[in-house]
RNA sequence: GUCCCCGUCGUCUAGAGGCCCAGGACACUGGCCUUUCAAGCCGGCGACACGGGUUCGAAUCCCGUCGGGGACACCA
């Protein structure tokens, strides 16, 4: 059943950065290929001058290698199929377009877009799909007025009842007739092959053998379809992926949704593993399994197991398995990570010793990278702003007599470790017959400046002894 | 408008005729734990769009209705 040695591939058009959609389409055939031990390709599809920029092809690329989906043949990897930018194959896309013509299958077109919108406007009146119908059908040489370079290559649908059919392998069999078919362009008059047109010689060329996609694609394959027949080819199979909706129900698009944008997710400090676990969950599922390695995603994936209902990105979620990762990966994984926050915030953490146990601590109390390194930025900082509530409640009265015994208590410490600062709490909770809450906020909030941290001893081994008693020293100034 | 796809808790989903008066996860919520906040643990709320069939029996099959989404370019 499965097929061995698949080869699939993820075909973007570098006119923008790498999109959510996009993404999940990459990890997908990225999960097929490994785990059947096929072939991963990455193709560029830049046959759209006024959109395509470099620029985008290195942020598709940069994307892709955050993720960790790494292709097997593509832009730096060249391998016996290329090249792998569609601009670069205007030669095949022209020999294959010539040879249609001479058999009949297509041919090229004069006419201009104004006229075809009119007939085209006709038709749908006339509630008729929009067929050709003639008049280039014939030509041999261009008409009056016209040369060979303006024309269009145009696919001559066969006409008669025909229907098209394949079976998805997402969503079953779909059929269309050709009557719903039109004379499609094939080929720009400037050698420029259309999506359709470019992405079934290439598809063939590069011997694919599943093309996996967004449903967005459903209707784009009857035509490719009838294409790979005029061919003589054997079409590759296909699976047509559900859509990932925005909150507003739409499919997630650039223009409308900038969580559309992946690398704006590894800027607030989502992980590619959390990103991955979220996306892989949306529209892929495993029975109950939530949280899923790699390695798991690659023993487990197939595409039996996609459904066929569009999913609503879910940022609360996204956060959930994010956080799910935090905990998961080792902490010295994390502390590299968090390394680029904490130094956009001013600090230089590499090396620190408080830096790995801080990311153990903060880890259960964070979803993101960046919550993580902005609670960590208090204890890198010098010196606190306190909450005016959290000090008027814990710094004044009793609490500042505990916080001065405490205060005491920490100068004689022949070590600042957890244990031994967790100690003072206790000695001078149970010396003054108080909870050790009594003593432990007052501490905390002159540490951080508020009422929640991680247990005191960790806050205090956070700061720093000498950063510590220094806050102390204000907090207990400032009560009087 | 035409064509295509889809329709289980608010959201992501399990479910492939009896195991389901529907299970899990997020969110929300009650409690436990506790030096705070988290994390963790235990519990609660909450759905098979609707109407017809088929069947001894339907969330699962068929038809219709309604609803949602997508595609209709010399963009991909």
């Known amino acids: 059943m499965a097929p061995s040695k698949p080869r699939v591939r993820f075909a973007p058009s570098p006119t923008g950065y790498l999109h959510i959609g996009g993404a999940r389409t990459a990890l997908f055939n990225y999960l097929y290929a490994r785990r059947y031990g096929g072939t991963f390709i990455l193709r560029i599809e830049d046959t759209d001058q006024e959109r395509s920029t470099p620029e985008s092809v290195k942020a598709i690329l940069d994307g892709l290698n955050w993720l960790g989906l790494d292709w097997d043949e593509g832009p730096g990897k060249e391998g016996a199929f290329g090249p792998y930018f569609q601009t670069q194959r205007l030669d095949t896309y022209r020999a294959h377009a010539d040879q249609l013509i001479s058999e009949g299958k297509?041919?090229?077109?004069?006419?201009?877009?104004?006229?075809?919108?009119?007939?085209?406007?006709?038709?749908?009146?006339?509630?008729?799909?929009?067929?050709?119908?003639?008049?280039?059908?014939?030509?041999?040489?261009?008409?009056?007025?016209?040369k060979l370079e303006d024309a269009v290559i145009?696919?001559?649908?066969?006409?008669?009842?025909?229907?098209v059919s394949y079976d998805d392998k997402v969503l079953g069999v779909i059929t269309k007739p050709y009557s719903d078919l039109d004379d499609w362009v094939m080929m720009r008059a400037d050698g420029i092959p259309l999506y359709n047109y470019g992405c079934v010689i290439d598809d063939h060329l590069m011997e694919i053998s599943l093309v996996a996609r967004g449903q967005e694609h459903i209707n784009s394959t009857f035509p490719q379809l009838m294409l790979y027949q005029a061919l003589g080819w054997t079409p590759p199979e296909f699976a047509h992926l559900p859509l990932i909706l925005g909150p507003d129900r739409e499919k997630l698009s650039k223009r409308k949704h900038p969580e559309a944008d992946v690398m704006l997710h590894a800027s607030t400090g989502i992980l590619p593993e959390g990103l991955l676990n979220f996306v892989i969950r949306l529209g892929w599922s495993h029975g109950n399994d939530e949280v899923i390695s790699r390695e798991q995603m690659v023993e487990w994936f197939d595409f039996d197991g996609v459904g066929s209902t569009s999913g609503v990105w879910d940022p609360v979620k996204l956060k959930w398995f994010n956080q799910e990762w935090l905990k998961r990966l080792p902490s010295a994984v994390i502390a590299e990570r968090l390394l680029p926050f904490l130094e956009a915030r001013g600090f230089q953490a590499r090396g620190d010793a408080r830096l790995?146990?801080?990311?153990?601590?903060?880890?259960?109390?964070?979803?993101?990278?960046?919550?993580?390194?902005?609670?960590?930025?208090?204890?890198?900082?010098?010196?606190?702003?306190?909450?005016?509530?959290?000090?008027?409640?814990?710094?004044?009265?009793?609490?500042?007599?505990?916080?001065?015994q405490a205060r005491e208590r920490l100068v004689a410490l022949p070590a600042w470790t957890v244990e031994l600062l967790d100690g003072v709490v206790k000695t001078v909770s149970e010396t003054a017959s108080v909870g050790m809450g009594k003593v432990a906020q007052p501490l905390r909030v002159a540490i951080t400046?508020?009422?929640?941290?991680?247990?005191?001893?960790?806050?205090?081994?956070?700061?720093?002894?000498?950063?510590?008693?220094?806050?102390?020293?204000?907090?207990?100034?400032?009560g009087g």
Do not use: W
């Open 106 to 146: 297509a041919f090229r077109c004069y006419c201009t877009r104004e006229e075809i919108a009119a007939r085209r406007e006709v038709a749908d009146k006339e509630k008729r799909a929009y067929r050709y119908e003639g008049t280039c059908y014939e030509l041999k040489a261009p008409p009056e007025g016209k």
């Open 154 to 163: 145009r696919f001559r649908m066969p006409t008669g009842d025909g229907k």
């Open 356 to 404: 790995e146990p801080m990311v153990i601590a903060l880890r259960e109390r964070s979803q993101t990278l960046e919550e993580m390194a902005n609670t960590a930025s208090i204890y890198f900082r010098t010196g606190v702003t306190l909450d005016e509530k959290a000090a008027a409640k814990h710094l004044s009265g009793d609490s500042l007599g505990l916080l001065r």
């Open 449 to 478: 400046g508020n009422t929640t941290s991680p247990g005191i001893g960790e806050t205090l081994l956070f700061a720093g002894r000498d950063e510590a008693l220094r806050r102390i020293d204000a907090a207990l100034a400032r």
